[in-house]
């Protein structure tokens, strides 16, 4: 405690010492700024890592289980193509699971089993080995785990755009694209994450659909799962009106008669209305403005930009609304022809399940759930397709050909879009289109999958990332014990085709910024050595003194010891800090330097919407690790000259 006191003493700025308290202050200074950079830059790169980790592994799962080639050419997987049972047909995991029987062969039905089939391979007891079972039941025994067969197959995708422009003209554009078509992977616990919530033009145009197809049921489901704030201008009904109520309104005239009239807060400027009141008496409405008074028989009153203030879906397909025109409190139904939404909230949230089925994917009891239609099977599409105008509840088909006798037949499955989802930086992610297993399954038999892309297997997903390894080896040693190793194949992320080699890179660069920032720190803390050196040839008269006294050598080098590490903890909780500061305000700073670079820094496609701005904890004991170490190393030389001095020399 002594020689650390002494080494306190020492670091205490004086006027005498000006040389070492500016070195001291300036030391403090660079390593609090290498500390902040190495925290803020260490946190926001892994929590790059993690985000893109996370999209890539969302949806193709923390680790797959592929069939190998010898399950394909076993009889297992051979026998349904010459078995009535299975309909002469080759089947999928999922009905390799679902069927009653693991060998759907009857020599009294079936024809006679081909030389070339392969032999059935059966455990001791004469059962036939059922891999797909089997490996079911292993995974079911798994409690940090979540798995799911899949299906992926191809087609093109025709999306029709029917929009409503001015004057109600409905004008009818397409989308065509061939597509990667992946089977609602609904056990997925992480699904709900890359999931795009509803905005206002999906709402706005599913109502538009709504309005065509006159669904009262629909109109119910649609406005039990949403609450209007604001809507555009619609037209009143009559009663709406109080009697004998005036309101200031302008009037659009055709032919020297009102054809419409616009009820406000404000006053419009403009020179193609005419300004004046309106009011309601004995059944009729009446614009009056200075020179004519007017009768509206067949002329549509608005209100422009009403505030809702309470809603009831009773009255569907029209709105009961209240609100405030003018300070005067209007009721009535509005048409929902010309209502268009401006502002409002999703009543649920993928934490809860709706209390009413809704018209877009939602969740309950962690699966994702796709709306039900009785001409339409709900798709999800990636946000590609959103930026290039469609919404939700657009229709459209995927074409697919099927073999008849004599011909070739070519089939449509109609599709409504149910929902978007962000396919992060998946390579094939802008073309995997979401859909039922019913629509997988139908067109896995017509479809071409490059050989790179599974189209049948398991996915699973572990309840903590970092023990995929752990799970692949138990799988592997559980495959073995049955006797069912051969079959299967097991992946973890780090060895798909499409993130193998990006997984390696992010180990590269963050070994190759650990690699630099150690450089910067050990860059850092030579002005540590310079401090120090300085600070022994301002003490040498201190030094000198204490042995004299009977200090040992051993205490001169603590002191100055102690005044490296002293100097180094202070100047990490400085960097700490302002490292957590600058985090907390990270969208701040790089919203600043955006402006000051006159474009976006961080790309959204490679980025997201925003930087992670989470504290790395990883960060944090690199820091609390290396700091330390380079301290104690950085006071070792000034420390030994510290401890040849020759008292006797300095003294005389």
Excluded at 144 to 171: G, H, M, T, W
Excluded at 275 to 285: C, H, R, S, V
Aim: aromatic residues 14%.
């Amino acid at each position: 405690m002594y020689e650390f006191f002494v080494a306190l003493k020492y670091l205490i700025p004086k006027k005498k010492s000006l040389n070492a308290t500016i070195i001291s202050l300036i030391s403090i200074f660079v390593i609090t700024l290498v500390i902040w950079l190495i925290l803020v830059f260490l946190s926001v790169t892994r929590g790059i890592e993690k985000n893109w980790l996370n999209k890539l592994t969302t949806l193709n799962a923390h680790l797959r289980i592929i069939p190998t080639k010898k399950y394909y050419n076993s009889y297992y997987y051979q026998i349904d193509k010459i078995s009535k049972n299975s309909n002469f047909t080759l089947k999928t995991i999922r009905e390799k699971y679902r069927s009653a029987t693991s060998d759907p062969y009857n020599n009294k039905i079936d024809r006679e089993i081909p030389q070339i089939l392969p032999k059935k391979e059966s455990y001791e007891d004469g059962s036939i080995i059922d891999p797909v079972k089997k490996s079911y039941e292993i995974l079911k025994s798994k409690k940090d785990i979540y798995f799911q067969d899949y299906e992926i197959s191809a087609a093109p995708l025709k999306i029709s755009l029917l929009r409503q422009f001015k004057n109600f003209v409905d004008k009818e554009s397409f989308i065509s694209q061939m597509s990667y078509i992946l089977s609602l992977p609904e056990n997925n616990p992480y699904l709900s994450s890359i999931i795009l919530k509803p905005k206002i033009d999906d709402l706005n145009n599913l109502l538009f659909y709504l309005k065509k197809e006159e669904s009262s049921q629909d109109f119910f489901r649609f406005f039990k799962n949403i609450k209007i704030k604001k809507i555009n201008i619609c037209s009143i009904d009559k009663k709406t009106f109080p009697e004998n109520s005036y309101f200031t309104a302008f009037a659009k005239f055709k032919k020297n008669k009102p054809i419409k009239i616009f009820i406000e807060n404000s006053s419009l400027k403009t020179s193609k209305l005419i300004k004046g009141i309106i009011f309601f008496k004995n059944g009729n409405f009446i614009f009056k403005n200075e020179k004519n008074k007017y009768f509206l028989e067949n002329c549509k009153v608005y209100i422009k930009n009403p505030y809702i203030l309470n809603i009831s879906e009773k009255f569907l397909p029209k709105l009961l609304i209240t609100t405030k025109i003018q300070n005067k409190e209007l009721k009535g139904k509005v048409d929902l022809t010309d209502l268009k939404i401006l502002e409002a909230n999703i009543k649920f949230s993928f934490d809860k399940p709706p209390k009413y089925e809704p018209l877009w994917i939602y969740k309950i009891n962690n699966k994702i759930i796709m709306p039900k239609n009785i001409f339409y099977y709900p798709i999800i599409l990636p946000k590609m397709f959103k930026k290039n105008g469609v919404l939700l509840g657009d229709k459209g088909c995927f074409s697919y050909t099927e073999r008849a006798p004599f011909s070739i037949k070519e089939n449509k499955i109609k599709v409504f879009v149910s929902g978007f989802y962000d396919p992060g930086v998946l390579p094939i992610g802008n073309r995997s289109v979401i859909a039922s297993k019913n629509i997988t399954s139908t067109l896995l038999s017509s479809s071409f999958i490059p050989e790179d892309i599974s189209s049948n297997g398991i996915f699973i997903w572990a309840k903590n990332i970092t023990s995929v390894d752990q799970i692949k080896k138990d799988l592997e040693k559980h495959f073995k014990k049955e006797k069912i190793d051969k079959f299967w194949r097991i992946e973890t992320y780090n060895e798909y085709p499409f993130s193998k080699d990006l997984m390696q890179q992010f180990q590269s660069d963050r070994l190759l910024f650990t690699l630099i920032a150690i450089i910067i720190l050990i860059v850092a803390f030579c002005n540590i050595i310079s401090f120090l050196i300085i600070l022994v040839n301002d003490k040498k008269k201190e030094i000198a003194t204490l042995q004299a006294m009977g200090a040992t050598k051993k205490s001169i080098a603590l002191i100055f010891g102690f005044c490296g590490i002293v100097v180094s903890s202070i100047s990490s909780v400085f960097g700490i800090l302002t490292a957590l500061f600058t985090l907390r305000h990270l969208d701040s700073l790089i919203k600043f330097l955006s402006f000051l670079q006159g474009h976006s820094m961080f790309n959204k496609a490679f980025f997201g919407e925003k930087l992670p701005n989470t504290f790395s904890i990883e960060a944090l004991f690199f820091i609390l690790i290396s700091i330390p170490i380079i301290s104690i190393i950085s006071a070792i030389v000034p420390a030994i000259k510290a401890c040849k001095i020759n008292p006797s020399k300095i003294l005389r």
